[in-house]
Nanobody, 121 residues
Framework: QLVESGGGLVQPGGSLRLSCAASGRTFSRDAMGWFRQTPGKEREFVAGIGRSGGPLYYADSVKGRFTISRDNAKKTEYLQMNSLKPEDAAVYYC????????????????WGQGTQVTVSS
Protein backbone atom coordinates (compact mmCIF):
# COMPACT_ATOMS: atom_id res chain seq x y z
CA GLN A 1 0.00 0.00 0.00
CA LEU A 2 1.20 3.49 -0.86
CA VAL A 3 -0.19 6.54 0.92
CA GLU A 4 0.62 10.08 -0.18
CA SER A 5 0.48 13.18 1.97
CA GLY A 6 1.58 16.78 1.82
CA GLY A 7 -0.59 18.16 -0.93
CA GLY A 8 -2.46 21.42 -0.58
CA LEU A 9 -2.82 24.97 -1.79
CA VAL A 10 0.28 27.04 -2.45
CA GLN A 11 0.91 30.35 -4.17
CA PRO A 12 2.94 30.52 -7.36
CA GLY A 13 6.63 30.48 -6.50
CA GLY A 14 5.96 28.57 -3.30
CA SER A 15 7.06 25.12 -2.17
CA LEU A 16 5.51 21.88 -1.04
CA ARG A 17 6.93 18.53 -0.02
CA LEU A 18 4.98 15.41 -0.81
CA SER A 19 5.54 12.18 1.07
CA CYS A 20 4.63 8.63 0.21
CA ALA A 21 4.64 5.99 2.91
CA ALA A 22 4.81 2.36 1.83
CA SER A 23 3.59 -0.66 3.72
CA GLY A 24 3.17 -4.33 3.00
CA ARG A 25 6.07 -4.37 0.58
CA THR A 26 9.84 -4.62 0.64
CA PHE A 27 10.29 -0.96 -0.12
CA SER A 28 14.00 -1.15 -0.87
CA ARG A 29 13.39 -3.56 -3.75
CA ASP A 30 11.20 -1.09 -5.65
CA ALA A 31 12.04 1.79 -7.88
CA MET A 32 9.79 4.65 -6.83
CA GLY A 33 8.28 7.51 -8.71
CA TRP A 34 5.84 10.38 -8.83
CA PHE A 35 3.26 11.02 -11.48
CA ARG A 36 0.62 13.70 -11.89
CA GLN A 37 -2.67 14.07 -13.67
CA THR A 38 -5.02 16.91 -14.47
CA PRO A 39 -8.62 16.55 -15.67
CA GLY A 40 -8.85 15.52 -19.29
CA LYS A 41 -5.18 14.65 -19.56
CA GLU A 42 -3.24 11.45 -19.27
CA ARG A 43 -1.22 10.76 -16.18
CA GLU A 44 2.37 11.88 -16.75
CA PHE A 45 5.70 10.89 -15.27
CA VAL A 46 7.22 13.53 -12.99
CA ALA A 47 10.21 11.91 -11.30
CA GLY A 48 11.74 8.53 -10.55
CA ILE A 49 14.39 7.15 -8.23
CA GLY A 50 16.25 3.88 -8.15
CA ARG A 51 16.20 1.38 -5.30
CA SER A 52 19.21 2.72 -3.45
CA GLY A 53 18.55 6.40 -4.03
CA GLY A 54 19.75 6.61 -7.59
CA PRO A 55 19.68 7.09 -10.46
CA LEU A 56 17.28 10.01 -10.57
CA TYR A 57 15.05 10.95 -13.45
CA TYR A 58 12.88 14.00 -13.99
CA ALA A 59 10.42 15.24 -16.55
CA ASP A 60 11.83 18.22 -18.42
CA SER A 61 9.04 20.40 -17.07
CA VAL A 62 10.20 19.99 -13.46
CA LYS A 63 13.99 19.72 -13.78
CA GLY A 64 15.76 22.14 -11.51
CA ARG A 65 12.63 22.75 -9.43
CA PHE A 66 11.62 19.33 -8.08
CA THR A 67 13.75 16.87 -6.14
CA ILE A 68 12.87 13.25 -5.53
CA SER A 69 14.38 11.33 -2.65
CA ARG A 70 13.75 8.27 -0.53
CA ASP A 71 14.46 6.91 2.92
CA ASN A 72 14.49 3.13 2.77
CA ALA A 73 14.65 2.80 6.55
CA LYS A 74 11.41 4.76 6.83
CA LYS A 75 9.90 3.19 3.71
CA THR A 76 9.07 6.65 2.47
CA GLU A 77 9.73 8.62 -0.68
CA TYR A 78 9.51 12.36 -1.06
CA LEU A 79 9.02 14.97 -3.71
CA GLN A 80 10.29 18.43 -2.85
CA MET A 81 8.60 20.91 -5.15
CA ASN A 82 10.01 24.43 -5.36
CA SER A 83 9.18 27.42 -7.54
CA LEU A 84 5.75 26.01 -8.17
CA LYS A 85 3.83 27.22 -11.18
CA PRO A 86 0.09 27.15 -11.89
CA GLU A 87 0.73 24.47 -14.50
CA ASP A 88 2.10 22.20 -11.75
CA ALA A 89 -1.38 21.96 -10.24
CA ALA A 90 -2.57 18.35 -10.46
CA VAL A 91 -3.29 15.23 -8.50
CA TYR A 92 0.08 13.72 -7.66
CA TYR A 93 0.45 9.97 -7.41
CA CYS A 94 3.14 7.92 -5.77
CA UNK A 95 4.10 4.76 -7.64
CA UNK A 96 6.28 1.70 -7.25
CA UNK A 97 7.76 -0.41 -10.00
CA UNK A 98 10.36 -3.08 -10.53
CA UNK A 99 12.67 -0.59 -12.23
CA UNK A 100 12.91 3.04 -13.26
CA UNK A 101 12.58 2.15 -16.94
CA UNK A 102 8.98 1.16 -16.32
CA UNK A 103 8.33 4.42 -14.49
CA UNK A 104 9.79 6.47 -17.31
CA UNK A 105 7.54 4.53 -19.66
CA UNK A 106 4.55 5.80 -17.67
CA UNK A 107 3.97 2.40 -16.10
CA UNK A 108 3.98 1.24 -12.50
CA UNK A 109 3.08 -1.86 -10.56
CA UNK A 110 1.49 -0.12 -7.57
CA TRP A 111 -0.16 3.25 -7.15
CA GLY A 112 -1.15 5.49 -4.29
CA GLN A 113 -4.53 7.16 -4.08
CA GLY A 114 -3.23 10.59 -5.03
CA THR A 115 -2.90 13.95 -3.32
CA GLN A 116 -4.12 17.24 -4.74
CA VAL A 117 -1.70 20.08 -5.36
CA THR A 118 -3.24 23.45 -6.18
CA VAL A 119 -1.09 26.39 -7.24
CA SER A 120 -2.99 29.62 -7.18
CA SER A 121 -2.80 33.13 -5.86
Amino acid sequence: QLVESGGGLVQPGGSLRLSCAASGRTFSRDAMGWFRQTPGKEREFVAGIGRSGGPLYYADSVKGRFTISRDNAKKTEYLQMNSLKPEDAAVYYCAAASNTLRLRGNTADYWGQGTQVTVSS
